[in-house]
C-alpha cells in the first residue's frame, strides 16, 4: 500500500513569506503528526490532527499552524517565515490507538533565503 | 517537560561488530518507547516497547525496555555497511499530551566495510 506522501519535496522561500505543506496519510490512517527535524534541534513535534481536530501542540510559535481534511490529508502553514524556519518537515501518520508505531513520509525540505 | 537522551552521539565500528545504542528517557505517564532508522529522510519504524523486560527482535536487531530505570537499548548483532545510519529513539505519552513523541537527538552509526 501507498505510505506517506509529502509534497512538495523541496521548497526555497524569501523570509516573510508563508509556506503551505501537504501530507497525504496512509490509507485508513486517521491521525495526523507534523514534526521539525533541524540539525540543532532534532526532531520536534509541531502538532497532531485527528478526524480534522488539532489533538496536541508543540511548542511553536502562531506562525506554524495546520489543518486536516476530512480525506485525512493534513497541511501545515508557515507564515512570514524566518531564516530559522529552514529545515525538514516531516509528517507521520498512524492507526487509532496509537499502538502500530507512526510511519514517517519522506519530508520537505525547507529552505528560507 | 518530557526529555530523551541517546548515547553516544556517534558511533563506527566495523562490519560483523555488534553495537549497542541507549536511549534514557523521562516522561510523564509513559506509554510507549519507539526506535527509528533514518539513513537519507524519512525514519523508518523498527520498534514499540511497551512493556518492561520484554525483547523484541527483527533479524539482527533486538531492543529492550526498563520501565524501572527508565531506558533502552537497541542491540545490532554482525552488522553490515547497510545498517549506517541515525537511529533514533522516542518516547510517548500516554493521552497524547502536549508533546507529541519526544525525540532523541539520535546516534549516528557508521558501519566500516
Known amino acids: 500500500k501507498a505510505g506517506v506522501t509529502q509534497t512538495p519535496r523541496y521548497l526555497i522561500k524569501t523570509r516573510g513569506q508563508q509556506v503551505t505543506l501537504s501530507c497525504s496519510p496512509i490509507?485508513?490512517?486517521?491521525?495526523v503528526s507534523w514534526y521539525q527535524q533541524t540539525p540543532g534541534q532534532g526532531l520536534q513535534f509541531l502538532f497532531e490532527y485527528f478526524s480534522e481536530t488539532q489533538r496536541n501542540k508543540g511548542n511553536f510559535p502562531g506562525r506554524f499552524s495546520g489543518r486536516q481534511f476530512s480525506n485525512s490529508r493534513s497541511e501545515m502553514n508557515v507564515s512570514t517565515l524566518e531564516l530559522g524556519d529552514s529545515a525538514l518537515y516531516l509528517c507521520?501518520?498512524?492507526?487509532?490507538?496509537?499502538?502500530?508505531?507512526?510511519?514517517f513520509g519522506s519530508g520537505t525540505r525547507l529552505t528560507v533565503v | 517537560e518530557d526529555k530523551v537522551v541517546q548515547s553516544p552521539l556517534s558511533l563506527v565500528v566495523h562490519e560483523g561488530d555488534t553495537v549497542t545504542l541507549n536511549c534514557s528517557y523521562e516522561v510523564t505517564n509513559f506509554r510507549s518507547l519507539l526506535w527509528y532508522k533514518q539513513e537519507k529522510k524519512a525514519p523508518t519504524f523498527l520498534f514499540m516497547l511497551t512493556s518492561s523486560g520484554i525483547e523484541k527482535k527483527s533479524g539482527r536487531l533486538s531492543s529492550i525496555l526498563d520501565k524501572k530505570e527508565l531506558f533502552s537499548i537497541l542491540n545490532i548483532t554482525a552488522t553490515q555497511t547497510g545498517d549506517s545510519a541515525v537511529y533514533l529513539c522516542a518516547v510517548e505519552a500516554a493521552g497524547g499530551g502536549a508533546d507529541g513523541l519526544t525525540f532523541g537527538k539520535g546516534t549516528h552509526l557508521i558501519i566500516q566495510p
Open positions: 490509507s485508513g490512517h486517521r491521525s
Open positions: 507521520a501518520s498512524s492507526l487509532v490507538g496509537r499502538f502500530y508505531g507512526y510511519t
